[in-house]
């Protein structure tokens, strides 16, 4: 059973230019979240998908955007990147709980962004 | 909305000595708790979870209690060694599909030989 792997591993950007990163999920799991986690803070949800479809989001603008392929793997985009962009972006993924909850988060080990 | 408080690092001991880290939530119905470590350098991983009120998690000899009357999922280990040394994040994950998985702000470990 591979885990979950993100690319690349760093990064770095000028302000107003474009990133996409890139996260393959644990083998059979349907559903991928990301986070941005801040140097010393913890991760802060930017938002999920199950099965292709955006299936909540934190409190991060528009220009922050996703995808999600039939593999399960996803991409996350940011436009018009900003210096406070400059963070640790996680990748998890998971299964649905029984209840419907998401259960345990499986993460990647993050693509350091850098945007000067 | 959800939230988690830690308490604040860093948390440095000796080795041998007893761990606590006290976390307590804040959230609407009934989450799912979690505690995840982050090695230096690396991504982060789950520790324990415990899914409803008195359940103990357990992993590599640490334990937290789903206290729900708390609302607290203290983490404890009776005996830290050097390879503990890293950052430890409690985390809810409620029925809000918007925050579904909030974290807290982590509490930094260091053990001494």
């Known amino acids: 059973e591979t885990g979950v792997t993100q690319s690349p591993t760093h990064l770095i950007k000028t302000r107003g230019q474009q990133v996409t990163l890139r996260c393959s999920s644990q083998s059979g799991h349907n559903t991928v979240s990301w986070y941005q986690q801040a140097l010393g803070q913890g991760p802060q949800f930017i938002f999920q998908y199950y099965r292709e479809e955006e299936n909540g989001r934190g409190n991060f603008p528009p220009r922050f955007s996703g995808l999600q392929f039939p593999n399960y793997s996803s991409e996350l985009n940011v436009n018009a990147l900003e210096l406070d962009d400059s963070a640790l972006y996680l990748c998890?993924?998971?299964?649905?709980?029984?209840?419907?909850?998401?259960?345990?988060?499986?993460f990647g080990p993050g693509t350091r962004l850098t945007v000067l | 909305g959800n939230s988690v408080t830690q308490m604040e690092g860093p948390v440095t001991l000796s080795e041998e000595a007893f761990l606590t880290i006290n976390c307590t939530y804040t959230?609407?119905?009934?989450?799912?708790l979690f505690w995840y470590v982050q090695y230096p350098g690396e991504g982060l991983q789950l520790l324990l979870k415990?899914?409803?009120?008195?359940d103990k998690g357990s992993n590599k000899g640490f334990e937290a209690t789903y206290r729900k009357e708390t609302t607290s999922f203290h983490l404890e280990k009776g005996s830290v060694q050097v390879s503990d040394s890293a950052v430890y994040f409690c985390a809810l994950s409620a029925d809000n599909y918007g925050q579904n998985f909030v974290f807290g702000p982590g509490t930094r470990l260091s053990v001494l030989p």
């Open positions: 415990a899914t409803k009120a008195d």
């Open positions: 998890a993924s998971s299964l649905p709980g029984t209840s419907g909850l998401t259960d345990t988060q499986y």
């Open positions: 959230a609407t119905g009934y989450p799912s």
